[in-house]
């Protein structure tokens, strides 16, 4: 690894962590919702926007956990009553996830206060230019990824 790579690795490294700790304390303290619990129910909601069922393989995948930690959290989730795990109707093999009436709402009052924190904490802080530069670099990372 050449030594610019690895710089920009570690500044990588140390923002994620900055604005992660912001943004996941913000979060706590608006809607009362862990980083992960907003990020299922965002994938949820975003999912079941454009298809009939919420596998729980297909939303693991999307977030990029393993299945166990999935399920883990949709456990405390569906004791809270966040969301709920139903029989898949189209093959009867594996789960569908779905948001409750009380998920559905907790998610839509969290999610201003959410984008508000994401940008005062980061957004701000960043040029136009900055921000573009950022998106291109993650395109890059991603196409790199593709077989």
Wanted: aromatic share 4%.
């Amino acid at each position: 690894m050449t030594r610019p790579a690895y710089d920009a690795w570690a500044a990588y490294r140390r923002l994620q962590l900055l604005v992660d700790v912001e943004v996941a304390r913000d979060l706590e303290k608006e809607s009362g919702l862990s980083m992960p619990d907003y990020e299922v129910l965002s994938a949820v909601a975003e999912l079941a926007s454009t298809q009939m069922c919420v596998r729980v393989g297909g939303l693991a995948a999307r977030l990029q956990w393993a299945h166990g930690r999935l399920s883990r959290q949709l456990g405390r989730m569906e004791g809270r009553g966040l969301i709920a795990r139903e029989s898949c109707e189209l093959d009867g093999r594996g789960d569908d996830v779905l948001l409750t009436e009380a998920g559905r709402r907790t998610y839509e009052e969290a999610t201003p206060a959410h984008l508000a924190s994401i940008d005062r904490h980061f957004g701000r802080a960043l040029s136009a230019g900055q921000l573009a530069a950022l998106v291109d670099i993650e395109q890059a990372v991603s196409a790199a990824r593709l077989p």
